[in-house]
């Protein structure tokens, strides 16, 4: 079937889903029944070659902040723009900024766009433009040039439950709801996912490879805290735990605003980090409808500065508050092979242990690790196959963290890639060092409480590992 009568079926479908509910600015919980047909529905989101320059953006400067410090109107205005933007798609299942559309813009740029934006460095720069339209939207819908997306800060300790407004009510009449979530509003996060050993080595990230990636390969962050999230609140079957539809929870919108902080948080981390300043990445495009359904380009560089090109800011970063000074990254890397087993020889090991005698960090990289693909998951990787076995998580002396593993499309146009992955080692690395025979990794899916995993332990090969260990810059 070609796109266009895809589309009139599609139309057709959605104006009988949304017969008879209530015009825009309204509450309407008839709304929120999204078609399943949109599932297939990932179409381009607009005529290629036609966009126009985006322009610059003249609104006031105002703070995104954390959702759990909305006011009652606060979250009461953003209900109603989102109830707003749900009631579009079925009014006008035409109109780009509806919210069909807007979760379909995600659909498309990664599971069939011959460009994915993820899995490379695109991925902070193009969510960032998404979010930004996105967030257009929902003002003009609500007429407020004011208004910012809330972002969920899942770092904080105690902000592991999704924030109250995307589940309280936990039911249709809430339009920040989503009825496939793995979660549920009493859940928290698992703090091996979003805890400080995370966070650490992606606030410190040496340089832009590091934290956002490359060409072909992604930055640490883009596996985990934020590919852990999707999976934790989408499970398998959840929207939130494959791209192609997760841009159907509007909590989507919240995790990924608090991703585009770390990268501000990273920016401002360091004067050595910087975005890439080579013109394939500056002149990298995207095209978005804006908030009058213009069409519109926007280009990497007029990204990089949120608060004067996007016009919005983030509180303070936390990034100093985790790390008392700023870190170069001293490489060891011994001539290994690594064959299953990591043994360090002395010389290295030496090196290691005096770097934690002086409480430096200590990283480990796992380069292109051998993992499944084949679906959603969160892995959680020991040092030691009979540990894996017991599987006692961070509890375990050989616990080394977690992968994530998040599908573009559960119909797998393109597979997902393996992510880069460093795991701050500092507190476990010494006596693991110490044993003769050396690390054995091994990784097991984690289980989570809707879905029985078969646990299987696998020993986890890869291409390279090696270690990292901080150095106070003496600048
Ligand atoms: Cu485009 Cu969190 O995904």
Not at 41 to 63: K, L, N, Q, V
Not at 67 to 73: D, E, Q
Not at 379 to 400: H, I, N, Q, T, W
């Amino acid at each position: 079937m070609s796109r266009s009568d895809f589309s009139s079926s599609r139309r057709a479908f959605l104006r009988n889903v949304g017969a008879g509910t209530s015009a825009l600015g309204v509450l309407a919980p008839g709304a929120l029944l999204l078609p399943s047909v949109s599932q297939a529905a990932c179409e381009p989101p607009g005529t290629p070659g036609s966009a126009r320059p985006w322009r610059a953006d003249c609104r006031p400067i105002r703070p995104r902040r954390p959702a759990s410090t909305l006011t009652a109107a606060e979250v009461q205005k953003l209900k109603v723009a989102y109830a707003a933007m749900r009631a579009l798609s079925v009014s006008d299942p035409d109109d780009p900024r509806g919210f069909t559309h807007q979760a379909n813009i995600h659909c498309w740029f990664c599971s069939v766009s011959t460009s994915p934006v993820h899995g490379n460095w695109q991925f902070f720069a193009w969510h960032r433009a998404y979010l930004y339209f996105h967030e257009r939207i929902l003002g003009k819908l609500i007429n407020d040039s004011e208004f910012r997306l809330p972002y969920w800060d899942w770092e904080i300790s105690t902000h592991r439950k999704m924030p109250s407004a995307y589940t309280s009510p936990d039911n249709s009449t809430n339009p920040l709801w989503n009825g496939t979530r793995a979660m549920s509003p009493a859940d928290e996060l698992p703090d091996e996912d979003v805890n400080e050993d995370v966070m650490e080595p992606v606030y410190s990230a040496a340089n832009f490879g590091e934290f956002g990636g490359g060409v072909s390969y992604s930055g640490i962050p883009e596996g985990s805290p934020h590919g852990s999230v999707h999976v934790d609140v989408g499970g398998w079957a959840g929207d939130m735990g494959a791209f192609d539809t997760a841009g159907r929870d509007p909590i989507f919108y919240a995790h990924h605003a608090n991703v585009d902080k770390l990268w501000s948080d990273w920016n401002k981390g360091a004067s050595s980090h910087e975005n890439p300043s080579d013109a394939t990445f500056l002149n990298l495009n995207w095209s978005f409808y804006d908030e009058n359904k213009v069409w519109r380009s926007i280009k990497a560089s007029q990204l990089l500065n949120h608060e004067t090109q996007l016009r919005y800011n983030y509180g303070l970063s936390r990034f100093r508050e985790i790390l008392p000074c700023i870190l170069d990254w001293i490489i060891v890397r011994p001539p290994w092979r690594f064959d299953r087993a990591v043994v360090v020889e002395p010389k290295f090991r030496d090196q290691i242990m005096k770097a934690l005698d002086e409480r430096r960090p200590v990283r480990m990289h796992i380069n292109h690790p051998q993992i499944p693909l084949d679906k959603s998951a969160v892995y959680r990787v020991y040092a030691d196959p009979k540990e894996a076995e017991a599987d006692a998580g961070p509890k375990s002396p050989a616990f080394l963290g977690v992968i994530p593993v998040v599908l573009n499309s559960r119909e797998k146009h393109h597979p997902p890639k393996a992510p880069q992955v460093v795991l701050n080692v500092s507190h476990r690395i010494a006596n693991l060092l110490r044993s003769p025979e050396g690390m054995r990794l091994a990784f097991v899916e984690r289980p989570s409480k809707k879905e029985k995993v078969e646990r299987k332990v696998q020993l986890l090969s890869a291409r390279d590992v090696y270690f990292s260990y901080g150095e106070t810059m003496r600048e």
